[in-house]
């Protein structure tokens, strides 16, 4: 499985961005999908995650109510990550990643066997 992440930029605090991540190869293997940052100088963190069929999707609490992470029906096998209300504390580069599990945490990087790129998310004050 390969993922593509796009859509980071630079915005100011309050603005919004659309991340898009699309998954190509063996996706049927996939359940679920998700979304981790990385600041400098700080460790991965889990942002959200869907499940491959959009029924289900989990928050952070730092995102909750300003994130919203979908499937996309109308793009095959894309993943996106709406942002909203942003804030400098979001400013990192954000990584799509997809598991071929439903055993595992989903907060937990070690769960997600593929991984994008990454794209840089710039918030200014």
């Known amino acids: 499985v390969q993922l593509q992440a796009s859509g980071g930029g630079l915005v100011q605090a309050g603005g919004s961005l659309r991340l898009s991540c699309a998954a190509s190869g063996r996706t049927s293997s996939l359940y679920a999908m998700g979304w981790f940052r990385q600041a400098p100088g700080k460790e991965r963190e889990f942002v959200a995650t869907v499940k491959w069929t959009g029924a289900t999707t989990y928050n952070a609490d730092s995102v909750k109510d300003r994130f919203t992470i979908t499937r996309d029906n109308n793009a095959k096998n894309t993943m996106s990550l709406q942002m909203n209300s942003l804030k400098p504390e979001d400013t990192a580069v954000y990584y799509c990643?997809?598991?071929?599990?439903?055993?595992?945490?989903?907060?937990?990087?070690?769960?997600?066997?593929?991984w994008g790129q990454g794209t840089q998310v710039t918030v200014s004050s």
């Open positions: 990643a997809a598991r071929p599990s439903g055993r595992d945490s989903v907060t937990d990087s070690r769960s997600y066997d593929y």
